[in-house]
Every structure is written in structure tokens, then in C-alpha cells.
């Protein structure tokens, strides 16, 4: 999202769309955040429990997406940009070391790192664009700022006690989501115009898709650390060779045509729009699978309890669905092969929780190999799981 006649805070469009190392290193501490929401995940014992963990989520996610929005926009080497994305990083360590403790006191934490992220990224914007006479640009910051200063209200309001009040906590999330798909319409300023939404350059794309792949990262890191603490036998080894294929696996599942897609959308509106809410869907089954595997290793055997099911099938499940949904949204094309293999685990569930973790495990692997190794015709796939760029 550039323009061309707009000084040098804005990022050109004939400028360098890769990712900057400070990019790299902002991705890294927030998977580190994700590997924590894993965790929690894991721990768990009911879905009435799990529903704030993909609440806190989610208010990490978004965090990501906005910040890496900005640096589409504006140009990453500028030291204004590089300000924010050093508070961005800040707030992510903040809402990380908050996140076990949310629910013992410490939501103010958590809730004050959000806020601050956000509103200290929107002052820096409007400021500097207004000092740089910039009226577009500044308009749209205002735009951001405006709605993230109403739900940081119910943020703080949620949190002033030390502990999460979960109404308010969702209706401040959902102020930050429903506004930015509804463009951030602002009182004198209206909506976000959509030819703003249309200037994606390539960064964009690469953005995603190197966090989707680091976060990836975390189905075989959180295992491999419950595996460390504990007397390392055969059927753990089964369960996290398990985990290292369905990363494998959803990471192939996801690079295929991700690029073509985002490339083919590029004159419209539609990949910058809906990505943050299909990669949300997609990060949901990454954390889902990674809590997953958490426990498979460290039980391999014996029944599977229920919410170990939906954990290990729903989590790849849902990482297959959100990919799904960003194909159909971007290119209006339905790949309906992924959506035939999604059904093989489902077919297992109702003998799935007399077979142990490992096993379920793999007829999960089974059914993602599906999706890469057996194509539908025209063939998609050659050997070494090397796709040929063909249609969906």
C-alpha cells in the first residue's frame, strides 16, 4: 500500500519489498508469544477455559498484523517506523510474560502492553505525517488511532482490577476486528478509501508468509521441550516424528500458490483485507496442533480423552480450513480436493478415542500427505513434494 508522489516515510513503489532484519526480529518475539499460548492451551482442561487463551490470542495476532500493515505502508528503514516496530516488540514481551498470570491478577499487564503498542504506534504516525504534511497518509493513522483509542477503554476497564473481565476483554477485541473490516469509518474522516488497500506491493506477501512459517516452527519446538523434561522411549519418538511430518506437511499445504495468490489479488483489495482474518483461523490450528503434540509426547499411549481429539484433529483441521478460505476469498476458486481430504480424521472419530495419541496422530499426518502427495488431475505435484504451478 504506496504511493508514489508521498515523502520518504512512505514506502515507494519501486522500493525493496523484502523484509528488514528488525522485520525478522519482531517476528521472532512474537512466535515466542505463540509458543506460550500453545502452552496454555495444552493446560486446559475444558473449552470454557481455552476460550480466553484464544481471546489473548487473537489480541496477539492482531498486534502483528497491524504493526506489519504499517510496514507496508511506511518504510521500515525510516527511524520513525523502526520506533514503532521496537514498542511492538516491547508490548509482545509484555503481553507474553503476562499471559500465564492474566487470570491471577495480572490482566493490567497484559492490557496496558496491548494499548500502549497500539496508541503509541498511532500518535508516532499521525505526528510525523502531519509534521511531513502528508494529509492522505495522516488521515488514515487517524483513522487506526481513533478506533484503537475506543477499545482501549474496554481493555483497560477489563483489566483495572487485576483480573480479566471477559466481556469487556470481548468486546474490545471485537471493536479492533469489526472496525478494520469495515475499513475504520471515523467521524469527519470516513472509511479507509479501498485503492489504499489495493497498492499492495510483494512485502506484504513475504510478511505472512514468513511469519506463518516461523510460527510452524512451534509444532515441533513445544513437543521437543516436553520431550527433553521427560525418560525418552519409542512411542515418544513416534509422536514427535508425527509432529515434524504435520509440520512439514501444513507447511507445504500453505506455500503452495500462496505467492500466485497474493500476486493475482494485487490490484484489488481483497488479499490485504482478508488475510488477517484467514491467517487468524490458520494460526488458531498451528497453536491448536502445537498444544496437540505438548500432550501426545508426553502420553503417547493409553485412550484419547475427547478434548485430546479436537486438539490434534481439529488443530490441523483448522489450519487446512483457514487456507482454504484464503484461496476462495482471493481467487473466488474452490479447491475442492482439500476439502475431500479434510474428511479422512473425521471418518476416524468414532473410534479415534479408543486408539492412543500416537496413532491418532498419524492418520491425521496421513490425511494432510493426502492434500500434497496424491494430487487430482491435471497433476499437481512431482516428486520430492516439489508442486508445479498449476491451478488449485
Not at 502483528?64 to 527511524?79: C, G, I, L, M
Not at 512459517?213 to 520431550?227: K, M, W
Amino acid at each position: 500500500m504506496t504511493t508514489g508522489e508521498t515523502p520518504a516515510l512512505v514506502r515507494r513503489l519501486d522500493g525493496s519489498t523484502r523484509a528488514t532484519l528488525l522485520e525478522l526480529l519482531f517476528d521472532v518475539v512474537f512466535v515466542a508469544a505463540l509458543a506460550l499460548v500453545s502452552n496454555l492451551m495444552a493446560e486446559r482442561e475444558s473449552w470454557a477455559d481455552a476460550a480466553p487463551v484464544l481471546l489473548m490470542l487473537t489480541a496477539i495476532w492482531w498486534t502483528w498484523s497491524v504493526t506489519s500493515t504499517t510496514t507496508e505502508f511506511y518504510d521500515p528503514q525510516q527511524r520513525p517506523i523502526q520506533a514503532i516496530l521496537t514498542v511492538a516488540m516491547v508490548g509482545s514481551v509484555g503481553m507474553a510474560a503476562a499471559l500465564p498470570m492474566v487470570a491471577t491478577g495480572h490482566a493490567l499487564v497484559f492490557s496496558i502492553a496491548y494499548v500502549t503498542t497500539h496508541l503509541v504506534r498511532g500518535v508516532i504516525l499521525v505526528t510525523t505525517l502531519h509534521r511531513l504534511r502528508h494529509r492522505a497518509a495522516e488521515q488514515r493513522a487517524a483513522r487506526f488511532l481513533f478506533w484503537f483509542v475506543v477499545s482501549s477503554v474496554f481493555w483497560i476497564a477489563g483489566a483495572i482490577t487485576g483480573t480479566a473481565n471477559w466481556r469487556l476483554w470481548t468486546l474490545a477485541i471485537a471493536i479492533d476486528v469489526i472496525s478494520a473490516a469495515l475499513r475504520y469509518p471515523t467521524p469527519w474522516l470516513g472509511r479507509v478509501p479501498l485503492d489504499q488497500y489495493e497498492r499492495t506491493t510483494g512485502h506484504l506477501g513475504e510478511r505472512y508468509q514468513q511469519f506463518v512459517i516461523l510460527a510452524l516452527g512451534d509444532i515441533i519446538l513445544i513437543p521437543t521441550l516436553t520431550v527433553s523434561r521427560t525418560d525418552f522411549d519409542r512411542l515418544q519418538f513416534s509422536a514427535l516424528l508425527c509432529a515434524f511430518a504435520t509440520m512439514l506437511l501444513l507447511w507445504q499445504i500453505y506455500v503452495f500458490r500462496a505467492g500466485e495468490l497474493l500476486k493475482a489479488g494485487a490490484k484489488t483489495s481483497r488479499p490485504a483485507r482478508v488475510a488477517p482474518y484467514t491467517h487468524l483461523v490458520m494460526l488458531v490450528g498451528v497453536v491448536g496442533t502445537a498444544a496437540a503434540f505438548d500432550l501426545a509426547v508426553a502420553r503417547p499411549d493409553g485412550t484419547t480423552p475427547v478434548r485430546w481429539l479436537m486438539l490434534i484433529i481439529g488443530g490441523p483441521a483448522l489450519f487446512v480450513i483457514g487456507r482454504i478460505l484464503f484461496t476462495v476469498l482471493v481467487s473466488h476458486s474452490v479447491p475442492w480436493r482439500r476439502m475431500v481430504w479434510l474428511l479422512l480424521p473425521l471418518l476416524a472419530l468414532p473410534w479415534a478415542g479408543g486408539w492412543p495419541p500416537v496413532l491418532v496422530s498419524a492418520v491425521v499426518a496421513l490425511g494432510l500427505a493426502g492434500h500434497v502427495l496424491i494430487p487430482g488431475h491435471p497433476r499437481e505435484t512431482t516428486p520430492g513434494l516439489r508442486l508445479r504451478r498449476r491451478g488449485e
